[in-house]
């Protein structure tokens, strides 16, 4: 049986949360827009090294520039493997 003279339930008090540092200045604070800035670097890299002119260049999105990358080292490595002695 319950007292009558005491509280029925009784709140937890919650544990403060530490703050978080803030990033510097200029620095990213999402690891996925992090993430997706080091990508879209990483491809502009790539659509640099491509034997076209910058307006073609300019023109093409993602999944192209890498399907142009992979048919170009394909072809590089079937090349250099079939004609060394």
């Not at 990213?28 to 879209?40: A, I, V």
């Amino acid at each position: 049986m319950l007292s009558t003279g005491g509280q029925y339930v009784v709140k937890k008090r919650k544990k403060p949360v530490p703050e978080r540092p803030q990033p510097p200045e200029g620095a990213k604070s999402n690891p996925s827009k992090r993430h997706r800035d080091h990508l879209n670097q990483e491809l502009s890299k790539l659509s640099s090294l491509l034997p076209f002119p910058e307006d073609v260049r300019a023109g093409l999105d993602k999944l192209s520039v890498l399907r142009l990358i992979v048919g170009y080292l394909k072809v590089k490595s079937y090349f250099t493997g079939r004609w060394q002695l």
